[in-house]
């Protein structure tokens, strides 16, 4: 069965600390694996997106890893600030369906100063 | 660019009631979305258009029906409102050709459906 598992569900952390975040998944076969921001009451937004040949990706602060043999990824923040504040979706696709994007149920990450 | 605009934002029903949920987008597109969030779940697919004059059903249709009405725009109707439609709604957009965004799919701002 295809699913996408994350943790933790939640995390509060201080103001300019790191964090990370996991993603596991059962997803086959795997196309790409995409990291989402969600503010509060906003829609997702992409900040990375990983295929299966790559196993890290940056975008500013944010870093994703991908091991697609034991079919993990991680979203590293690094100093974060109290922006940072937002529920993180992982998204894996397959190759093949119509239907092909399977959804994480979301970390909730709280920056408190 | 709005990219991907909702209407409404917020909309309280009575069960039995109907409604529409409007959806658009500016990017040229051709396949748009339509999503319901619910507290410790993932977004589930409700319907789906990958062209326009195309429509098909996700992993939870009943309950619901869409229409693409042009390329720009992509409505959700519920004919008889229940309280198990209680939920957000997200409508998304993407281009499939499109090797520079591979796919991503643009989200817009929701709707929050209170189904009483």
């Known amino acids: 069965k295809n699913q996408v598992e994350q943790s933790p569900q939640s995390l509060i952390i201080l103001e300019g600390k790191n964090c990370t975040l996991q993603c596991n998944y059962t997803v086959s076969p795997f196309s790409n694996l995409r990291w989402y921001k969600q503010d509060t009451g906003r829609g997702p937004v992409s900040l990375t997106i990983?295929?299966?040949?790559?196993n890290t990706k940056s975008n500013g602060r944010y870093t994703a890893t991908l091991d697609a043999d034991t079919k993990q990824s991680s979203l590293h923040i690094t100093a974060s600030q109290l922006s940072d504040s937002a529920s993180y979706i992982c998204v894996v696709r397959t190759q093949t369906g119509a239907n092909n994007l399977f959804f994480g149920t979301g970390t909730r990450l709280t920056v408190i100063p | 660019n709005a990219g991907v605009t909702q209407t409404p934002k917020f909309q309280v029903l009575k069960t039995g009631q109907s409604m529409t949920l409007q959806c658009a987008q500016d990017m040229n597109h051709n396949s748009m979305y339509w999503y319901r969030q619910d507290p410790g779940m993932g977004l589930r697919l409700i319907y789906y258009s990958a062209s326009e004059g195309t429509t098909d059903k996700g992993e939870v249709p009943n309950g619901y029906n869409v229409s693409r009405l042009n390329k720009r725009e992509f409505s959700l109707r519920l004919e008889s409102a229940a309280p198990s439609q209680t939920s957000v709604y997200f409508c998304?957009?993407?281009?499939?050709?499109?090797?520079?965004?591979?796919?991503?799919?643009?989200f817009g701002p929701g709707t929050r459906l209170t189904v009483l």
């Open positions: 998304a957009s993407s281009n499939v050709r499109d090797r520079r965004t591979k796919n991503e799919q643009f």
């Open positions: 990983m295929t299966f040949s790559e």
